[in-house]
């Protein structure tokens, strides 16, 4: 029994753009000068998919792409034009308040807390509000404290927290309740390192511990590979991938880019068929045509050569998930 | 109806356990707090000693004696008081919609009025309703009037039915903000407007402003009409006597509209950007 169905979703939104011509935009053809032309915006554009309980996916999109919309439809906090939405047996936007005790939601770029109580104060509130009774919630507290390493933090007014610690915060206080699903809206962004590994771990023991579903929005390409069993990548209101993230990577003519630092300056070299795309004093980049083998490479020019440093660079997401949507809009 | 009151109790608490959590966070300025209740309690009764300027001049106003005329203004400023420490908030919405702040409130399993309602509550809130309270005591005191059952019964009824009233015109302020969130000043024009208005007798104002007060924002029954039958007065306008026991009707039509508009805002909230 899947968790989160989808079927056939849309969400429109009527926006009124008024003609100006300062910015070149031509005056709406019936309309007087000045007036407002509405255009209907598909943010989501007929959606169909599926979550089985216990999943952790990866929901990935450029900006705009409608990850945010289909969040807030699978919360009820917007209604769907069209289409049918069933999360934990339950429509969204009728039975909101039922579903929200079933459900904990982390914004990346928003709190949930109350700005000016101690976070301590905070969990006993949403407590109270989502009445948990208080064995259990002791239980949950302890744990999440001491997993997101809150302790220090607790009497501390959510306003003077860094944004990592508000996050680890807020983390706690989606999940006190004991939600089926989280959803978490770019949980690690503005993270530093440790804070996002802390943040990571925590996500896949609470999955793997209580077997609560994740739906996890982000740009972060860090964050899928280290979580995410599934990925869906949307955009334009469509979904143009679903599978698993080795599968994302091979639909895509990737290059990756291999940067060595050698020991000394040298002019670009040629490695196993390879020469080097750029070089800058003892830095020389090689660019891996998609399918070519990296294992050859770096073993040439390690046994060559004195190396003092040596990265990969991935493709980043942005790029992936736009080539995605470029052939898919081309494939048809 | 079991299901009803259930949720009616539901709300209530969540009320109250918000109003709570933001009472503490308004005391960890407590000089800030203590100096705005006395502002609020002071601007309150200054308006009381404008009734008494006025009554320094002349001995009625548009007909009305010094202590019906106390009477008018006290149970309406008590309505108000009452409507303005549940609801007051209500016309943030806008605010909240555009912040991003009613996104969050529609995660949690209160509703979303009760939440924006109990926004930001502070006990300065209450600086209106003693004064208010004070000069409700004073006009009872004063009125010179036959206290039957039903006259004295009928001081609490309008008192609570004023406070609906407001309350509902407060919603449906709000809900306004849905489709325009800018929308606050107008909505002052009929709450805090309609307050003052309502603290005179209605003879006052010219017969269109009673038409508009009785038919189209059914202000003139959070005070008017029920005083009359207070005050054993017949209706100045002419209007059936009825009208003087109609307040908890309109105060019913007056939930009722706020509530289809309410919900109609929040189906069709466009949340923000991101």
């Known amino acids: 029994m899947a968790v989160i169905e989808l079927d056939g979703v849309e969400k429109h939104f009527t926006v009124r753009k008024r003609a100006r011509a300062d910015t070149g935009a031509p005056a709406p053809p019936t309309g007087r000068a000045g007036r407002r032309a509405r255009t209907v915006v598909r943010a989501v554009d007929g959606l169909t998919f599926s979550i089985e309980p216990g999943a952790i996916v990866g929901y990935l999109g450029p900006n705009g792409a409608g990850k945010s919309t289909t969040v807030k439809m699978l919360t009820g906090i917007l209604v769907p034009s069209a289409g049918r939405i069933r999360v934990a047996g339950l429509d969204p936007s009728r039975d909101r308040v039922a579903l929200a005790r079933k459900v904990g939601v982390v914004f990346g770029q928003r709190t949930t807390l109350w700005w000016d109580l101690p976070l301590r104060d905070s969990f006993d509130l949403v407590r109270r509000l989502y009445r948990v009774e208080a064995p259990r919630y002791r239980r949950n507290l302890d744990r999440l404290v001491g997993l997101l390493e809150l302790e220090d933090l607790l009497d501390t007014p959510v306003r003077q927290l860094s944004l990592g610690q508000r996050m680890r915060g807020d983390l706690a206080a989606a999940l006190l309740h ?22 990571r771990e925590f996500l896949e023991s ?32 469509r979904l143009a991938f679903d599978g698993d993230l080795a599968g994302l990577r091979s639909l895509v003519p990737s290059e990756r880019v291999v940067v060595v630092d050698l020991a000394v300056p040298l002019p670009p070299l040629v490695v196993a068929g390879v020469r080097a ?56 | 109806m079991a299901e009803a009151s259930a949720k009616l109790a539901d709300a209530m608490r969540a009320f109250g356990l918000l109003c709570w959590a933001w009472t503490r966070a308004a005391w960890q300025y407590p000089a800030s707090l203590l100096l705005l209740t ?25 007909g009305f004696s010094a202590a019906e005329v106390l009477f008018l203004y006290a149970t309406t400023s008590t309505s108000f008081a009452i409507a303005d420490t549940l609801m007051g908030t209500v016309e943030r919405l806008g605010r909240h919609v555009r912040s991003g702040a009613f996104d969050v409130m529609l995660l949690r399993p209160v509703s979303a009025l009760v939440q924006v309602a109990a926004d930001t509550f502070s006990p300065r809130r209450l600086g209106k309703l003693v004064p208010a309270l004070a000069a409700l005591a004073l006009s009872l005191n004063l009125l010179d009037t036959q206290w039957t059952a039903g006259r004295i019964l009928m001081v609490p009824v309008m008192v609570i039915c004023g406070t609906l009233i407001y309350c509902g015109i407060w919603v449906l302020g709000a809900s306004y903000q849905f489709v325009a ?24 104002f010219s017969s269109e402003w009673v038409r508009a007060l009785t038919w189209v924002v059914p202000l003139a029954f959070v005070n008017w009409y029920p005083a009359l039958y207070v005050f054993g007065r017949p209706d100045p306008h002419g209007y059936p ?12 039509l007056a939930l009722v509209a706020a509530s289809f508009a309410w919900r109609a805002g929040v189906r069709h909230y466009r949340s923000t950007g991101s």
């Open chain 2, 181 to 204: 969130a800018d929308a606050a000043e107008a909505m002052n024009v009929t709450t805090y407007g309609g307050n003052y208005v309502t603290q005179y007798p209605l003879t006052v």
């Open chain 1, 277 to 332: 795309s750029r070089t800058d004093g003892p830095r020389q980049w090689f660019t891996v045509p998609a399918g070519g083998s990296l294992a050859d490479l770096v073993a040439q020019i390690v046994a060559g050569h004195e190396v003092s440093d040596l990265t990969v660079e991935e493709p980043a997401i942005e790029d992936v998930v736009s080539l995605i949507y470029r052939r898919g809009a081309r494939g048809g």
């Open chain 1, 178 to 199: 004991d939600p089926e699903i989280v959803y978490l809206d770019e949980p690690t962004i503005g993270l530093d390192v440790v804070s996002k590994a802390a943040v």
């Open chain 2, 241 to 252: 006597a009825g009208m003087q026991f109609a307040s908890p009707i309109a105060a019913v």
């Open chain 2, 38 to 62: 006395v502002g609020q309690a002071l601007a309150t009764t200054l308006d009381v000693l404008a009734i008494v300027v006025i009554f320094a001049n002349t001995d009625e106003l548009g």
């Open chain 1, 206 to 237: 609470i999955n793997r511990e209580r077997g609560t579903t994740v739906l996890l929005t982000t740009h972060d390409l860090g964050d899928v590979e280290r979580l995410c069993s599934r990925v869906m990548v949307i955009d334009h209101g």
